[in-house]
């Protein structure tokens, strides 16, 4: 069992940039692909970002590339989000996940273990 708990998530003006946190507890960290999924009111969720148990391999969905950047900190257990130059179609509530492959989670969009999602609103 893994728990992740989210957080830097809030109110910012289009262009502005926030950083999002991911503190997991439990089972071991460094076993875990991780990933950043959103859901927009009334959309589906949707893939954001993820990045292998190393660190080594990274991706990204088309929308965010060259603007987010996902990193882990394994001595923490702690996975970043780091968003820059955000839009208002960024706005959504943001979940952290845990799973055994990044392509797994990215293909299904899902992980096997979840936050509970920090909100991130953009205004225009």
């Known amino acids: 069992q893994v728990q992740l708990v989210e957080s830097g998530g809030g109110l910012v003006q289009t262009g502005g940039s926030l950083r999002l946190s991911c503190a997991a507890s439990?089972?071991?960290?460094?076993?875990?692909?991780m990933g950043w999924f959103r859901q927009a009111p009334g959309k589906d969720r949707e893939f954001v970002a993820g990045?292998?148990?190393?660190?080594?391999?990274?991706d990204y969905a088309d929308s965010v590339k060259g603007r987010f950047a996902i990193s882990r900190d394994n001595a923490k257990n702690t996975v970043f989000l780091q968003m820059n130059n955000l839009k208002p179609e960024d706005t959504a509530v943001y979940y952290c996940a845990a799973g055994s492959l990044l392509a797994t989670m990215r293909r299904a969009g899902r992980g096997n273990y979840w936050g509970q999602g920090t909100q991130v609103t953009v205004s225009s």
């Open positions: 439990g089972r071991i960290f460094s076993g875990y692909a």
């Open positions: 990045l292998t148990q190393g660190g080594g391999s990274t």
